[in-house]
T-cell receptor, first 110, second 115 residues
Framework: QKEVEQDPGPLSVPEGAIVSLNCTYS??????FMWYRQYSRKGPELLMY????GNKEDGRFTAQVDKSSKYISLFIRDSQPSDSATYLC??????????FGQGTELSVKP | DTGVSQDPRHKITKRGQNVTFRCDPI?????LYWYRQTLGQGPEFLTY????????KSRLLSDRFSAERPKGSFSTLEIQRTEQGDSAMYLC?????????????FGPGTRLTVL
């Protein structure tokens, strides 16, 4: 079993929809949680960075961490076609290597 | 600052050949990471450096793989006697332990194809 599980999708939504992306993990030592966006054949781009449990909002993006359930989420409001990409969750405990999920492929249709 | 850069962006080689990739981190970032990503998967950790010191290596990093960061700035990743299974995107990331968050920023990657 992988340390971080993420539904690979693909997920297809109409423009303007609210998108919910999720990951579960097994290692309770993880403290830092990140969401990266990756366009085809490009490097991952950091979207959100959160520490421990709680919510963090940045524009149309909201990241949630529930350490008691070992569950993290990324919400995208008012989704745009330009949001079409693969979304990767990643986490670690005290810096150092990141453990990534498989990535969820998102397509936002105009 | 232009971010993390990697060279080459694409490399096609024949099985059995050696290849070397270069990564230039964000200036003044003291940590540098290498990851490998295959199609449809998330990046997998290979190794990382803090300054010149190689602090951790994954078991994925077989003895055919070697990484260096001789002056604590750029890094090279060499693969000897390449195999078709080495075909992947090789990603470099950097971070600073002196920043408020030890956030890793990725380069564009080097796509390796082994024929």
């Amino acid at each position: 079993q992988k340390e971080v599980e993420q539904d690979p999708g693909p997920l297809s939504v109409p423009e303007g929809a609210i998108v919910s992306l999720n990951c579960t993990y097994s290692n309770s030592a993880f403290q830092y949680f990140m969401w990266y966006r990756q366009y085809s054949r490009k490097g991952p781009e950091l979207l959100m960075y959160t520490y421990s449990s709680g919510n963090k909002e940045d524009g149309r993006f909201t990241a949630q961490v529930d350490k008691s359930s070992k569950y993290i989420s990324l919400f995208i409001r008012d989704s745009q076609p330009s949001d079409s990409a693969t979304y990767l969750c990643a986490m670690n405990n005290q810096g150092g290597k990141l453990i990534f999920g498989q990535g969820t492929e998102l397509s936002v249709k105009p | 600052d232009t971010g993390v850069s990697q060279d080459p962006r694409h490399k096609i080689t024949k099985r059995g050949q050696n290849v070397t990739f270069r990564c230039d981190p964000i200036s003044e970032h003291n940590r540098l990471y290498w990851y490998r990503q295959t199609l449809g998967q998330g990046p997998e950790f290979l190794t990382y450096f803090q300054n010149e010191a190689q602090l951790e290596k994954s078991r994925l990093l077989s003895d055919r793989f070697s990484a260096e960061r001789p002056k604590g700035s750029f890094s090279t990743l060499e693969i000897q006697r390449t195999e078709q299974g080495d075909s992947a995107m090789y990603l470099c990331a950097s971070s600073s332990t002196r920043a408020s968050t030890d956030t890793q920023y990725f380069g564009p990657g080097t796509r390796l194809t082994v024929l």
